[in-house]
Each structure stands twice: as C-alpha cells, then as structure tokens.
C-alpha cells in the first residue's frame, strides 16, 4: 500500500457543493508542487452551490491533459456515497475507492419526491468491482473538533495512496485552512489516515 517510489498519480474527489472537495483538491495539489511534482488539476460540476455535484480531477506527475481519462484514475476519493456511484467510470480496474458513508440528502429526497439508495448497498455496488474502504468521515470530522474537517479527514485517508510525504500534506492543510481551525485539521488529517491504516 506504500505510495514511494511512485512518479504519477491520478485521484478523482467527488462530492456535493459545500463539502470542500476544492479544498480537498487544493491541499494535494499544493504538497506535490512543494516536492516538485508536476500537477495538472481541473474541476467540473453541475452546480457548486450546496447540494450540487462536484468533482475536481487531481493529476499528479502528468504532463498530459488536466482531464482523467475514464477507467484511468487510481483513487476515487468520494465525500458522499452515491457520488461514488456516479464518477465510478473514472477509476482503473484496479484502482481503490475511499468513501465517506454519511449521505447528502438532495432536496428531491428531503422534499419526498424521491429516496435516497440504501448506504449498505451503494457500498456493496461498489465492491462488486473495486477494493472499497468506506467509513464515516463526517463523525471522524465530529470528534476531531468539528464535522466540517471531514474533506481533511478524507485527504488524511488518501494520504496512504499518495506520491507525497505526510509532513508536506499536514504542512500544506496548516497553510490552507482557516487558522483557528489547525488543530482540529491536523487531527481530522491523523484520525483519517490512521483509519485507512488500521
């Protein structure tokens, strides 16, 4: 599961506006720069606003395109389950998926105009074809001092898979999110990385 001795790494983050997957995004990307890797990010979404589909394509040793072709990501790191579902077509055959089982209810759902997919099976869906590690991130985030620490508790789960040292992640999320919220960042990062290693 070492990451070293890699020289290139393609991780989809998908998630729902205001989960902080550009955060998520811009944390790795600022680490592999800092070690002096090429990076080639992009993101596209429906709707940024919260509620809405995110994704942000991470490329990391790539001198090609921004865009992750489809079945050619490593990683599927996804904030919210049934967004797992939905960017499954980028990740490699072989690759892993790390997924936060804390729904996101639509407004269709909370309105009753539809219902959500049963958690157990979206996860089950996935590891019909992939290595999944699901977990609740969102209740990680909670214990480390605040639920909206989650996407760090998620760059902290990716942390094992990628081309880039631990110290310039921790360093790169201190210089990234609000000041007051450090502590609780660095946490969410440790608690998340430890999940994945445990």
Known sequence: MSAEGISKFDLVIAGVGGQGTILASDIIGKAAVK????VRAAETHGMAQRGGSVVN????????????PMKGADVLLSLEPSEALRYLEFLSDDGTIIVNTDPILPVTVTSGQCSYPDVDAIIAKLEETHEVKAFNATELAREAGHPQSMNVVMVGAVSNYLPVSVETLVECVKELVPQKTIDINVKAFEMGRSVIQG
Do not use: A, D, K, Q
């Open 57 to 68: 394509h991470v490329r990391l040793g790539c001198e090609l395109g921004s865009m992750i």
């Open 35 to 38: 070690e002096n890797m090429s």
